[in-house]
Every structure is written in structure tokens, then in C-alpha cells.
T-cell receptor
Framework: DTGVSQDPRHKITKRGQNVTFRCDPISEHNRLYWYRQTLGQGPEFLTYFQNEAQLEKSRLLSDRFSAERPKGSFSTLEIQRTEQGDSAMYLCASSRSRVEETQYFGPGTRLLVL | SQKIEQNSEALNIQEGKTATLTCNYT??????LQWYRQDPGRGPVFLLLIRENEKEKRKERLKVTFDTTLKQSLFHITASQPADSATYLC?????????FGTGTRLQVFP
């Protein structure tokens, strides 16, 4: 399967712990996006990469959040000192070069902070 | 500020009928609009893109309209089936990213 994959699919952690999620995009896609989705809401943009460059970050992305895409391939999203409000589905999507291109989403990582 | 509104109430329709979902937006002048389908516990899946100079676009049983004067897009599923039950999201471009609506849950019952 050559779709977008995310790991882990589910994560339960205690408040104050750090968590890291991984996203593997479709191989020829230059753009990679991270979104957060809570129940009853649409995906909210967090950040995106064009190859290895992080080009935009949402104001939603506090300094506890950091994302990397070191070689322009897979990406990681780290949340430090998790809070209960961080509980959500974290979605990764990839596309070719422009925002107009179809975004292909992964299955998401569901985070629960106790 | 920009706003995208989709009916937050679920739409329940009988199999075989046409489902019509609405996406309204304010303070936007998007060059195009996209519709996605999302099943519970899964990521959204792209369905259709319609550009501002296109009034209507079709794909199999799906039809999308885009009225830039009314700032509205309508999404139709004809001859609906229980398998069409899902949440449908509209998305508009803003700078270099997509902004999604809250989605409308469609339930098609036999």
C-alpha cells in the first residue's frame, strides 16, 4: 500500500508526558500537512512542510508542539508536557507541490491525555 | 474573519433519495473549493474539486455546485445508498493551506 501512514494509531499518555507521532507521506509528494481534529469539528491546520522546509505554523501550535521533516520524507510531530486539551485526532496529509492539489490523508493518531 | 459553515445537524434520508449538503462561507474569495468524505475513525478522503469559474461538476452520483455570488457550494448525492453514510467536509484554500468546515453527518437508512 502506497498511501499515507501514521504511527501509532492510538496513544494514551498521562498529563505532563511527551509524545511523538510519525507520518510517512506518499513517496513522490513534496508537501506534508499536520492537522488536529476534535469530535464534531473539521480538521484544523497545524503546520506544513514543502520538502524539508517548515513554511507555516498555525497559532494553535504552541511552543509545546514541534514538527520536523528532516530529509523531506517522513515527518514527526512532538508534543511536550501534554495537557488534557491536547486530546484529539492528529491527522497527516500529503500532496504534490501546490495547495490546490488533492490532499491524501493518513488514518490519524488518536491521542488521549489522562 | 473567514468562516465556513456546514449544517452541524445530521441529515437523515431514505435510500434512493437525493441528499443535499450545504457549505456557506464568508470573508473568502476562494479560487476553488473541495469536498471530502470522512468515515468514523479515519482520515478524510478527497471527492471533488470545483473552481470558481465552474458552476457545476459531476462525478458518478455526486454533483457539486459553486455560487461565488451567494458564497455557497451545494453537494448532492443522487440515488443515495446506506454506504454513503459518512461525514462530508468542504474545504477552501487560504494562503497555502486548506481550511475545513465542521462537516455534515449524512445517514442514509434503508
Amino acid at each position: 500500500d502506497t498511501g499515507v501512514s501514521q504511527d501509532p494509531r492510538h496513544k494514551i499518555t498521562k498529563r505532563g508526558q511527551n509524545v511523538t507521532f510519525r507520518c510517512d507521506p506518499i513517496s513522490e509528494h513534496n508537501r506534508l500537512y499536520w492537522y488536529r481534529q476534535t469530535l464534531g469539528q473539521g480538521p484544523e491546520f497545524l503546520t506544513y512542510f514543502q520538502n524539508e522546509a517548515q513554511l507555516e505554523k498555525s497559532r494553535l501550535l504552541s511552543d509545546r508542539f514541534s514538527a520536523e521533516r528532516p530529509k523531506g520524507s517522513f515527518s514527526t510531530l512532538e508534543i511536550q508536557r501534554t495537557e488534557q486539551g491536547d486530546s484529539a485526532m492528529y491527522l497527516c496529509a500529503s500532496s504534490r507541490s501546490r495547495v490546490e492539489e488533492t490532499q491524501y490523508f493518513g488514518p490519524g493518531t488518536r491521542l488521549l491525555v489522562l | 474573519s473567514q468562516k465556513i459553515e456546514q449544517n452541524s445537524e445530521a441529515l437523515n434520508i431514505q435510500e434512493g433519495k437525493t441528499a443535499t449538503l450545504t457549505c456557506n462561507y464568508t470573508n473568502y474569495s476562494p479560487a476553488y473549493l473541495q469536498w471530502y468524505r470522512q468515515d468514523p475513525g479515519r482520515g478524510p478522503v478527497f471527492l471533488l474539486l470545483i473552481r470558481e469559474n465552474e458552476k457545476e461538476k459531476r462525478k458518478e452520483r455526486l454533483k457539486v455546485t459553486f455560487d461565488t455570488t451567494l458564497k455557497q457550494s451545494l453537494f448532492h448525492i443522487t440515488a443515495s445508498q446506506p454506504a454513503d453514510s459518512a461525514t462530508y467536509l468542504c474545504a477552501l484554500p487560504h494562503t497555502d493551506k486548506l481550511i475545513f468546515g465542521t462537516g455534515t453527518r449524512l445517514q442514509v437508512f434503508p
